[in-house]
């Protein structure tokens, strides 16, 4: 079966400084990973995802995920926070088995102090 | 693209009644949505894969009787909340796959932007 959790239900950081949350997925199959941003009383949307083709991905709202295997992590970065960064984030890994639904992690809240 | 809409936004009803809530692909077709809910500071929880022409498939622990899934059309599939209790209170989030991109598992879903159900 396949899984993903996130480290840190919350994360703060000052503005301007630099954004990680982090994701460790399980996976038998070579995993497909996302990660969505989900604004307060709103739906999900897509900030990025791997499919086998590069590690290194870059997402919408200068977001970036790189996934290393050796450590089954798809840790997702962001050199600057911004205020409009505050929002909660999910990762997912696509169920190969399933028809393709998504797994989440747990979430990770991010806060940006000003 | 690939706008995906729910009505209604929110909804509040008192115990006992039913509630449909609509999902709609508004600029793709969709063969295959799915369902979520979600609770406060929690992750989502998918409750059901909805095909179009076909049965959903229900997760585990989930009350299909409970939570009646309608796929009648490519653009559209409605949830319905019987018998609605307040423990039923909840986000609930439809999300659905680009008929045209095929139901390859790395292929994007696009999600709703939720409907509150509040049962009184």
């Not at chain 1, 962001?78 to 990762?91: G, L, N, Q, R, V």
């Not at chain 2, 299909?64 to 490519?74: E, G, P, V, W």
């Amino acid at each position: 079966a396949q899984s993903v959790t996130q480290l840190g239900s919350h994360v703060s950081v000052s503005e301007g400084a630099l954004v990680l949350l982090r994701c460790n997925y399980s996976s038998s199959v070579p995993p497909y990973l996302f990660w969505y941003v989900q604004y307060p009383n709103q739906g999900l949307q897509l900030l990025l995802k791997y499919t086998s083709a590069a590690t290194l991905v870059k997402g919408i709202n200068g977001f970036e995920a790189e996934f290393k295997k050796s450590e089954t992590s798809f840790h997702l970065t962001k050199p600057s926070a911004h205020m409009s960064d505050a929002a909660e984030y999910f990762c997912a890994v696509s169920d190969h088995n399933q028809g393709g639904k998504l797994i989440f992690g747990q979430g990770t809240e991010l806060s940006v102090k000003p | 693209g690939a706008v995906v809409s729910q009505h209604p936004s929110r909804v509040i009803c008192k115990s006992g009644t039913s509630v449909k809530i609509e999902c709609r692909s508004l600029d793709f077709q969709a063969t295959t949505m799915f369902w979520y809910r979600q609770f406060p500071k929690k992750s989502l929880m998918l409750m059901a894969t909805s095909n179009e022409g076909s049965k959903a498939t229900y997760e585990q622990g989930v009350e299909k009787d409970k939570f009646l899934i309608n796929h009648a059309s490519l653009t559209l599939s409605t949830l319905t909340v019987t018998s609605a209790h307040p423990e039923d209170s909840s986000f609930y989030i439809c999300s659905a796959r680009d008929r045209l991109a095929g139901g390859l598992p790395y292929n994007e879903q696009f999600f709703g932007p939720g409907t509150r159900l509040t049962v009184l």
